[in-house]
């Protein structure tokens, strides 16, 4: 099996930076992409940032410049910095990963953390 184990939600101000951390575990052999992807109350799941195995980024256009996708490889672990919060950013952001693992390749989730933005 493989988890993913988020952390770092909360409840900060409009304008307050958090820092959300991913950390798979299990039987990986290796991990190609991993992303955050956020889901806003009545609102479709989204992708928020992705960064590959080589560091590749991608990111929600409008997030571009608040938020920053790193990965640690050597520890299953991804993060996501967000900066100068908004209202609107507010939701349950969960973690992603492409796993190759003892069973095959897994699309693996995380259970979400909620991140509130309010003042």
């Known amino acids: 099996q493989v988890q993913l184990v988020e952390s770092g939600g909360g409840l900060v101000q409009p304008g307050d930076s958090l820092r959300l951390s991913c950390a798979a575990s299990?039987?990986?052999?290796?991990?190609?992409?991993m992303a955050w992807y956020r889901q806003a109350p009545g609102k479709q799941r989204e992708l928020v940032a992705a960064i590959t195995s080589g560091g590749n980024t991608n990111y929600a256009d409008s997030l571009k410049g608040r938020f920053t996708i790193s990965r640690n490889n050597a520890e299953n672990t991804v993060y996501l910095q967000m900066n100068s919060l908004k209202p609107e950013d507010t939701a349950v952001y969960y973690c992603n990963a492409q796993v190759l693992s003892q069973r095959g390749n897994l699309d693996a989730w995380g259970q979400g953390t909620l991140v509130t933005v309010s003042s």
């Open positions: 299990g039987r990986i052999f290796s991990i190609r992409a």
